[in-house]
């Protein structure tokens, strides 16, 4: 990995750990579907304008069955899910949970990809899992209330991370990168259409709500999934969701800097367990063994 891509990876940290806080504000006025299909509207225009600028819109040729797919799993599914959780749980949280999108991105890469599963990487998955029940147990009441289902949504999001990540190696690698994050939100937009136009909300949103979905679809989605995508095929789909590492530190500044939000010893316990988890699994860190071999990554680049 080059100075570059960590770098970019920092960046989509900030990035991504702002969405929360954005989507916190926004989704309460919009509603989830509404806001999700303009934040992916915005972004499937940034990046098409973008594309044909650098005389790549080529690239989208025959893709299409492959793009929906992505669009629908690193889109359209998990932003509706994450903007519903935000109606019951703090933007720090979210982060956090989010977090865990590389354990589930490992267990299909073991599942679908074949990929080996040694002893760190499931040391490292049952640690990852740990943490994410240390900071829900005292959410969850079991009765289908709003905090529950928001802790279930937002491990849906992680799981349908998980599987976009994989998928985009395996049926997107000859795609280049800006076509494939241009033709999933195009994608995305046109999925989520028929369901926005059902829920659009009946009250006119804020300004300031209006700013947050404009800073979604920009920034937090154009933007970075342009770099997101390149990284991908640069470094591979296991390094790149690495960047999960980096939101929920920014998600719980800038809940606590912008919305006042609390940061519980538990959450940063449960944050600190999902990192290590996470570390473990995918191979970033290693538990040295007796033979003295070395774990890997989710999945080969």
Excluded at 156 to 162: F, P, Q, R, T
Aim: hydrophobic share 60%; proline share 5%; aromatic share 8%.
């Amino acid at each position: 990995m080059t100075h570059r891509d960590r770098l970019e990876l920092l960046l989509l940290g900030v990035i991504w750990g702002a969405s929360f806080l954005f989507m916190r504000i926004a989704t309460p006025e919009f509603g989830a579907i509404a806001l999700v299909e303009i934040r992916v509207a915005i972004a499937a225009v940034f990046l098409t304008a973008m594309l044909a600028w650098r005389g790549g819109m080529g690239g989208l040729r025959g893709a299409a069955g492959p793009l929906t797919v992505v669009g629908l799993l690193s889109s359209a599914l998990p932003f509706v899910l994450l903007a519903y959780a935000m109606l019951f749980i703090t933007a720090g949280t979210g982060a956090v949970i989010n977090a865990s999108a590389p354990l589930f991105g490992a267990l299909v890469a073991y599942a679908w990809l074949k990929d080996k599963l040694t002893v760190p990487r499931i040391i490292g998955l049952a640690v990852g899992f740990g943490g994410v029940l240390v900071l829900a147990w005292d959410k969850i009441a079991f009765n289908g209330g709003g905090a529950t289902l928001a802790i279930l949504a937002g491990l849906g999001a992680s799981l349908s991370y998980g599987i976009s990540v994989n998928y985009t190696k395996k049926k997107l690698a000859r795609v280049p990168p800006l076509a494939a994050a241009t033709g999933s939100q195009i994608a995305a937009t046109l999925l989520l259409l028929p369901l926005a136009v059902a829920n659009w909300p009946s009250a006119a949103p804020s300004f300031k709500s209006w700013l947050c979905v404009l800073a979604l679809g920009l920034l937090c989605t154009g933007v970075a999934y342009g770099i997101f995508f390149r990284l991908i095929a640069r470094i591979g789909p296991a390094k790149a969701i690495s960047v999960t590492y980096l939101p929920p530190a920014f998600g719980m500044l800038w809940g606590l800097i912008f919305l006042d939000e609390a940061i519980t010893a538990g959450m940063l316990i449960a944050c600190a367990v999902i990192l290590l988890g996470t570390a473990l699994a995918t191979g970033s860190v290693a538990i040295p063994l007796r033979s003295g071999s070395r774990s890997e990554g989710v999945s080969r680049a």
